[in-house]
Nanobody, 121 residues
Framework: QVRLVESGGGLVQAGGPLRLSCAAS????????MGWYRQAPGKQRELVAT???????NYADSVKGRFTISRDNAKKTVYLQMDSLKADDTAVYYC???????????????WGQGTQVIVSS
C-alpha cells in the first residue's frame, strides 16, 4: 500500500510564506513525477506545480515567481515553498505522485489527503 502524507498547511497572513511537504511511503520501486494541486471552495481542482524525477519543473502562471517546488528523491518527499501568499491562494492543497510499484511492477498514481491553506488579507 502506497501512502502520501502531506503536512505544513495552516493559516498565514497575506504576503507571508508557508512550506508544504508530502512524503511517499510503501511499495514504490520508482517515484516519477510529483506535483501539487489545489482546490478552492466552489472551484475545480487545478495544477499548481509539478516536478519530474530529474528535476524539471512546471508552474501554473498564477504562482510563477512566488512558489517553488522541489523534491528529495532519497526521502521520497516533495516540497512546495510558497512565498508572497495572496488571499486567492486559499485552498486545500493536494499532493500527487506517479510511481511504479515493486511487485507486480505497475504504473500508478495516488493523491494525498489534502492540507488546508488559508491566507488572511
Amino acid at each position: 500500500q502506497v501512502r502520501l502524507v502531506e503536512s505544513g498547511g495552516g493559516l498565514v497572513q497575506a504576503g507571508g510564506p508557508l512550506r508544504l511537504s508530502c512524503a511517499a511511503s510503501g511499495s514504490i520501486a520508482s517515484l516519477n513525477a510529483m506535483g501539487w494541486y489545489r482546490q478552492a471552495p466552489g472551484k475545480q481542482r487545478e495544477l499548481v506545480a509539478t516536478i519530474t524525477s530529474g528535476g524539471t519543473t512546471n508552474y501554473a502562471d498564477s504562482v510563477k515567481g512566488r512558489f517553488t517546488i522541489s523534491r528529495d528523491n532519497a526521502k521520497k518527499t516533495v516540497y512546495l515553498q510558497m512565498d508572497s501568499l495572496k488571499a486567492d491562494d486559499t485552498a486545500v492543497y493536494y499532493c500527487n505522485a506517479e510511481y511504479v510499484t515493486t511487485w507486480p511492477p505497475k504504473g500508478q498514481s495516488r493523491w494525498g489527503q489534502g492540507t488546508q491553506v488559508i491566507v488572511s488579507s
